[in-house]
């Protein structure tokens, strides 16, 4: 098969799981160096797969202003849906005869700074699911930012794709709904101290039980369902 036509293969193998996004890229064409995996990994596999779950709108709206149970399980388990996808599509990958490299979807390895072993963002930005949002979130068109992302690294010949020539444009929603005051005007002014400080105090007023949010997700509905 030719890198497109593999490229199809995985899609078509995402969608039928409810993958809300599927894109992929070359690791040549993204900023690897802050990668956080073991020395040589990225040199091993020049693809890289971005697959997209959606998060529930219903859940969403039962936030007010600030996150509760109902959403943090819900946030576990769009997780754990990404991880056991990434499972079956890195089998997938090694049946038709490559090696892949499943990441989780949320797991810290710099607790400092709050950083995972890559960056699922930059990849999925790479791959044309989205662009940077002013709320440091890839935002897609037709979900906005409420999806969450899972990665793969792979050596299967696959075609690079390109980000969308497409930004939020006069979309102010999420810097009015983040109660940190952490979104500006540009995604480069995001003030991520801000955020985690006001994650800290959502965990330590036992709202949640772990740094999550999730208000200017539920304000980010997507520039294509906008009227």
């Not at 997209?52 to 709108?57: D, I, M, Q, R, S």
């Not at 109902?70 to 499972?87: C, G, K, S, T």
């Not at 102010?172 to 952490?182: K, L, T």
């Not at 801000?194 to 208000?215: M, N, P, T, W």
């Given at each position: 098969?030719?890198?497109?036509?593999?490229?199809?293969?995985?899609?078509?193998f995402c969608?039928a799981?409810?993958a809300?996004?599927?894109?992929?890229?070359?690791?040549?064409?993204?900023?690897?160096d802050?990668?956080?995996?073991?020395?040589?990994?990225?040199?091993?596999?020049?693809?890289?797969?971005?697959?997209?779950?959606?998060?529930?709108?219903?859940?969403?709206?039962?936030?007010?202003?600030r996150?509760?149970?109902?959403?943090?399980?819900?946030?576990r388990?769009?997780?754990?849906?990404?991880?056991?996808?990434?499972?079956d599509?890195?089998?997938?990958i090694r049946?038709?005869?490559?090696?892949?490299?499943?990441?989780?979807?949320?797991?810290?390895?710099?607790?400092?700074?709050?950083?995972g072993?890559?960056?699922h963002?930059?990849?999925?930005?790479?791959?044309?699911?989205?662009?940077?949002?002013?709320?440091?979130?890839l935002?897609t068109?037709a979900?906005?930012?409420?999806?969450?992302?899972?990665?793969l690294?792979?050596?299967?010949?696959?075609?690079?794709?390109?980000?969308l020539?497409?930004?939020?444009v006069?979309c102010?929603?999420c810097?009015?709904?983040?109660?940190?005051?952490?979104?500006?005007?540009?995604?480069?002014?995001?003030?991520?101290h801000?955020?985690?400080?006001?994650l800290?105090?959502?965990?330590?007023?036992?709202?949640?039980?772990?740094?999550?949010?999730?208000?200017?997700?539920?304000?980010?509905a997507?520039?294509?369902?906008?009227v």
């Amino acid at each position: 098969m030719t890198p497109v036509e593999h490229r199809g293969t995985l899609a078509r193998f995402c969608r039928a799981r409810n993958a809300a996004g599927f894109g992929t890229a070359l690791l040549a064409d993204i900023r690897t160096d802050d990668f956080l995996v073991p020395p040589g990994t990225v040199a091993r596999y020049p693809s890289a797969v971005s697959v997209a779950l959606p998060v529930a709108e219903e859940v969403l709206a039962t936030l007010d202003n600030r996150p509760n149970r109902l959403y943090e399980h819900h946030y576990r388990q769009v997780n754990f849906a990404l991880d056991r996808l990434a499972l079956d599509l890195a089998a997938e990958i090694r049946r038709l005869g490559y090696r892949a490299l499943p990441f989780p979807a949320s797991q810290l390895v710099d607790w400092e700074h709050q950083r995972g072993h890559l960056s699922h963002k930059r990849v999925a930005v790479a791959a044309g699911l989205g662009w940077l949002g002013r709320n440091n979130l890839l935002v897609t068109p037709a979900l906005g930012a409420r999806v969450r992302l899972v990665t793969l690294l792979t050596d299967l010949p696959l075609p690079a794709g390109g980000p969308l020539d497409r930004d939020c444009v006069d979309c102010h929603r999420c810097q009015a709904a983040c109660p940190a005051g952490a979104v500006g005007d540009a995604p480069a002014d995001f003030d991520h101290h801000a955020c985690f400080a006001k994650l800290q105090e959502f965990q330590r007023d036992r709202y949640v039980s772990q740094y999550i949010c999730g208000l200017c997700v539920r304000a980010c509905a997507g520039p294509d369902q906008r009227v």
